[in-house]
């Protein structure tokens, strides 16, 4: 029995640490997150559009919004569904919003909890590992949106490393 509890005790063990290797997992920083929303924020302002910008980790949690002056209160859910859908997806909501439109399989995608098929999310990369996303909701068009999240995310890239 002893040698029992001994054998079962060195495979927890091993199994323990072979799975501590492979959680190893980048995110996006409070302090990036928050600014790349400014980021956002600002980029969309001075088109004269007034959005909402959330900034979520890699698994899709809220970790800025900002909601500019002026923007409408639809704006702060839209924005966090955006960039929800993009970390989920690992890509452009604008790119998933075509595949959904020319693939019939995909539609299904539309029915995603939290899922919102729209132009606006882009997600955060170092290399090809995906450590975050931004979305943008209030600009008249959804490659708008885009357009200030691409934008905000240029801006801090160095800070990407």
């Not at 302002?45 to 007034?50: E, L, Q, T, V």
């Not at 399989?105 to 290399?127: C, E, F, M, Q, S």
């Not at 708008?144 to 490393?161: M, R, T, Y």
Request: hydrophobic content about 45%.
């Amino acid at each position: 029995m002893k040698t029992f509890a001994y054998v079962s005790l060195a495979i927890f063990t091993l199994g323990s640490v072979a799975s501590a290797e492979e959680l190893h997992e980048r995110n996006i920083s409070l302090a990036t997150a928050t600014e790349l929303a400014q980021k956002g924020v600002k980029a969309c302002s001075s088109k004269g559009y007034n959005v909402s910008v959330a900034v979520v980790d890699r698994a899709g949690v809220l970790r800025s919004l900002m909601r500019a002056d002026g923007a409408g209160p639809h704006t702060v859910g839209a924005a966090q569904a955006k960039a929800f859908t993009a970390a989920s997806g690992r890509a452009l909501t604008s790119a998933m919003a075509k595949t959904v439109q020319e693939n019939p399989g995909a539609a299904g995608l539309v029915d995603i909890p939290g899922y919102l098929v729209l132009a606006g999310g882009v997600p955060i990369k170092i290399g090809d590992e995906t450590i975050g996303a931004i979305g943008i909701g209030g600009a008249p068009g959804g490659n708008l949106d885009e357009e200030c999240a691409q934008a905000a995310v240029e801006k801090i890239k160095d800070k990407l490393n």
